[in-house]
């Protein structure tokens, strides 16, 4: 498992949930929404730390990360309505295919282009 400043993606999930859950005891207003929403955006930005690292899944990652800001957004009271949630996320999911085209090569080669074609002399019963 990669590490993240020297710990283990978790470990800091765990820190991040246990202060964000821990702040309406310290008088921070935030509904169990809220912090159900501040939650997934923490993991969600770990997700894509782990897919930058070890570079695999990064369009995936963004895809996420993206998809928990509209949770969290719409979390603290931002109104969308499912057909501007979906027209982000198609937006959004567009913008990473054109990337990751860039990013991506054939794990084989192209195949060689065919020889062209030439005439036979002769009918086609071979005579």
């Known amino acids: 498992m990669p590490k993240i400043f020297g710990?283990?993606?978790a470990?800091?999930?765990a820190l991040v949930a246990a202060v964000v859950n821990?702040?309406?005891?310290?008088?921070?207003?935030?509904?169990?929404g809220e912090?159900?929403?501040?939650?997934?955006?923490?993991?969600t930005v770990v997700a894509i730390a782990i897919a930058v690292i070890v570079h695999d899944g990064l369009g995936a990652a963004i895809l996420g990360l993206i998809q928990a800001l509209g949770s969290l957004v719409i979390g603290f009271g931002f109104h969308w309505n499912t057909e501007q949630q979906a027209a982000v996320m198609l937006i959004a999911t567009a913008?990473?295919?054109v990337w990751t085209r860039t990013q991506v090569t054939a794990?084989?080669?192209a195949k060689a282009p065919l020889p062209p074609l030439t005439a036979?002399?002769?009918?086609?019963?071979?005579?």
């Open 120 to 127: 036979v002399s002769g009918d086609a019963y071979g005579g």
């Open 35 to 43: 912090q159900a929403a501040l939650n997934t955006a923490a993991a």
């Open 7 to 9: 710990r283990e993606p």
């Open 95 to 97: 913008a990473v295919a």
């Open 22 to 32: 821990g702040l309406p005891g310290l008088g921070v207003d935030l509904t169990s």
């Open 11 to 13: 470990l800091l999930l």
């Open 107 to 109: 794990p084989v080669p």
